[in-house]
Nanobody, 125 residues
Framework: QVQLVESGGGLVQAGGSLRLSCLISGRTFSSDALGWFRQAPGKEREFVAFIRSGGTSYYADFVKGRFTISRDSAKNTVYLQMNSLKSEDTAVYYC???????????????????WGQGTQVTVSS
């Protein structure tokens, strides 16, 4: 049974930093893409960042230069370092793992087969 468990969320002041972690168990995803999405109250889930097995990463425009995605295949963990946080970054953050052959953009939720339960990030202004 595949499980993704996020941690590291919390309350932080604007301008501060948080590091989210997502521990994956049940199978390895060393050759698959891993991603982060978020959902703010009253809004649809949106793409934040993804990282492919070779280390190539891609970010939504609104986090470029502030967030960094990384992965540790030995630990089966994906991270999201979030700096210069803004109040509009407040959301539940979800990690996701692709577990099949897929040729489309990894910025779409449909690219991912497994999801975590989410971790709340609240940025106070």
């Amino acid at each position: 049974q595949v499980q993704l468990v996020e941690s590291g969320g919390g309350l932080v002041q604007a301008g501060g930093s948080l590091r989210l972690s997502c521990l994956i168990s049940g199978r390895t995803f060393s050759s698959d893409a891993l991603g982060w999405f978020r959902q703010a109250p009253g809004k649809e889930r949106e793409f934040v960042a993804f990282i492919r097995s070779g280390g190539t990463s891609y970010y939504a425009d609104f986090v470029k230069g502030r967030f960094t995605i990384s992965r540790d295949s030995a630990k089966n963990t994906v991270y999201l370092q979030m700096n210069s946080l803004k109040s509009e970054d407040t959301a539940v953050y979800y990690c996701a793992a692709n577990g099949r052959s897929y040729s489309g953009p990894y910025s779409y939720a449909r690219a991912y087969d497994y999801w975590g339960q989410g971790t709340q990030v609240t940025v106070s202004s």
